[in-house]
């Protein structure tokens, strides 16, 4: 297996932003705090009332940036998870981590491109019972967004980048990229009926990948050349 992370980090770029404005938030709390006690003894109601309105703001304001944080943090996680399980594929298998293209939205968790022919991986670390009808998915009972339109757009856009790029394969290894929805969390719990992708937990994806490569049969040097063009339309990457 040969793995490359290339350099949008986007995952990784919004943690960063995201402990930056915590740090700010409680940094500009605790210098109100701070003037507010220089007024304290000369003026203590209102000294302790101003206190009591920087906790307040500052507590309200950080609340949803830890959430946000959270959930980063879980992302993150889930894909270190997908990458460290598919280490045990052999080096006829590209993994291609956190890829940006124009026609896509926002990041692709992973392109996996070997036997198994393109695979675009959609990575979900979410706890609870899921369920998807169609592309209707809902978290405990509560209306989510569409994660299966989501990697279908993310799969749209790797088929359309490298058909452009390689027309010669447009009607072979291109005629279909596979989108997969994984879940990594072990307490989640799937209920899913005529999804519009593969959704698959976290211990079913290698077997996923075997079936699709007896599917596919993609030739080691198409794998090498469509996985090298995605590598590319990245900058910055990394082995």
């Not at 036997?115 to 991986?121: A, D, K, L, R």
């Not at 279908?152 to 058909?163: D, E, F, I, P, Q």
Request: charged share 20%.
């Amino acid at each position: 297996m040969r793995i490359v992370r290339v350099g949008g980090r986007y995952l990784e770029g919004r943690e960063r932003r995201l402990w930056v404005a915590l740090v700010v938030v409680f940094g500009l709390a605790l210098a109100g705090v701070v003037l507010a006690g220089v007024n304290l003894k000369a003026s203590p109601v209102p000294a302790w009332a101003a206190i009591t309105v920087v906790a307040v703001v500052a507590l309200s304001t950080a609340a949803p940036i830890a959430r946000r944080l959270t959930s980063v943090r879980k992302g993150r996680l889930g894909e270190r998870l997908i990458t460290d399980l598919l280490r045990r594929l052999p080096d006829d298998y590209w993994l291609v981590n956190d890829v940006m293209l124009r026609r896509g939205r926002g990041n692709v968790d992973h392109v996996l491109i070997g036997p198994c022919g393109v695979v675009v991986i959609e990575t979900k670390r979410i706890a609870g019972r899921i369920r998807c009808y169609g592309d209707e998915w809902s978290v405990n009972g509560h209306r989510r967004g569409s994660i299966s339109r989501q990697v279908n757009s993310g799969g749209c856009a790797v088929r359309y980048y490298l058909t452009e790029r390689h027309p010669d394969l447009a009607s072979t290894a291109l005629r279909w990229v596979e989108s997969v929805i994984v879940f990594t969390h072990p307490t989640c719990r799937l209920e899913i009926n005529r999804a519009r992708t593969t959704v698959v937990r976290y211990s079913e994806l290698l077997q996923l990948v075997l079936t699709l490569a007896e599917k596919h049969r993609m030739s080691s040097t198409a794998a090498t050349r469509l996985a090298e063009s995605i590598v590319s339309s990245q900058s910055g990457a990394t082995q």
